[in-house]
């Protein structure tokens, strides 16, 4: 099916209220040219160096996700234009996001990266270490960035019961934050859960904005 039928299709499928990040890594301008022209204008990077050159060569009312996992040194190059990033793991890296904010006169969205499945490769913070962060002074004090939820990824695995533990564990992390933290915040509100092969359990589990590729762009070619 044409990409633009894809997008339409996946569109009509989920529920109002769930936002739906395109995820365009690997893609030509043209490609994800042909999921602008349907009207969408949402899309998730995984790489600063692509992000920022498909920022460059696209539209400029295109809403630009980061998602994947974030370096200090990099920030300042998307500092200027990313609408949320999804991937904060560390203190270190949202002081250095707040800098890079305060020097382009902007607010920056975060999402708290939680690691909530089996595997030890993928990034992510404890609840224990989101707890530490919170509570922290050195938190409290910056000024230019915005925290509105969490974001996880689920195990890669055949095991739907896992994977709907591992979402069900991030909603209750929300919860458990959003009670100590941010119970007075109209923007702690997100939970970014959801890929092609699972955002179907995430959304049951309460995800509020889902990260899909595959299912819109067909399989990717790394080479
Ligand atoms: C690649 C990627 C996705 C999209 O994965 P699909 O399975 O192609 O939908 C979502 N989130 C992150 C963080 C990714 O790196």
Redesign the pocket.
């Known amino acids: 099916m044409p990409i633009a039928d894809n997008i339409s299709k996946l569109k009509s499928g989920i529920p109002i209220g769930v936002k739906l990040?395109a995820?365009s890594?690997t893609r030509s301008v043209e490609e994800i040219m042909q999921v602008y022209d349907t009207g969408h204008k949402i899309f998730?990077e995984?790489k600063v160096q692509d992000l920022v050159k498909k920022y460059e060569a696209l539209p400029k009312d295109i809403e630009w996700h980061m998602?994947?996992h974030l370096q200090t040194n990099k920030v300042k190059y998307i500092a200027g234009f990313v609408d949320l990033i999804?991937?904060v793991d560390s203190l270190n890296l949202l002081k250095i996001i707040n800098k890079e904010a305060l020097k382009n006169n902007r607010i920056i969205n975060c999402l708290l990266q939680f690691h909530i499945a089996t595997e030890e490769t993928k990034f992510g913070l404890s609840i224990n270490e989101a707890n530490e962060i919170l509570s922290s002074k050195e938190f409290s004090e910056l000024s230019n960035i915005n925290i509105v939820g969490l974001?996880g990824?689920a195990s890669f695995t055949e095991d739907q019961s896992l994977i709907r533990k591992e979402f069900n564990y991030l909603a209750n992390c929300f919860d458990s934050l959003k009670n100590d933290y941010f119970i007075n915040s109209n923007d702690f509100k997100e939970l970014s859960m959801g890929?092609?092969?699972d955002?179907n359990i995430a959304i049951e589990e309460r995800s509020t904005i889902i990260?899909?590729?595959?299912?819109?762009?067909g399989e990717?070619n790394y080479n």
Do not use: A, E, P, Q
């Not at 990260?211 to 762009?217: A, H, M, P, Q, S």
């Open positions: 990040v995820v890594k998730g995984n998602i994947g999804h991937s974001m990824m890929m092609t092969l955002f990260r899909i590729g595959t299912l819109i762009f990717r």
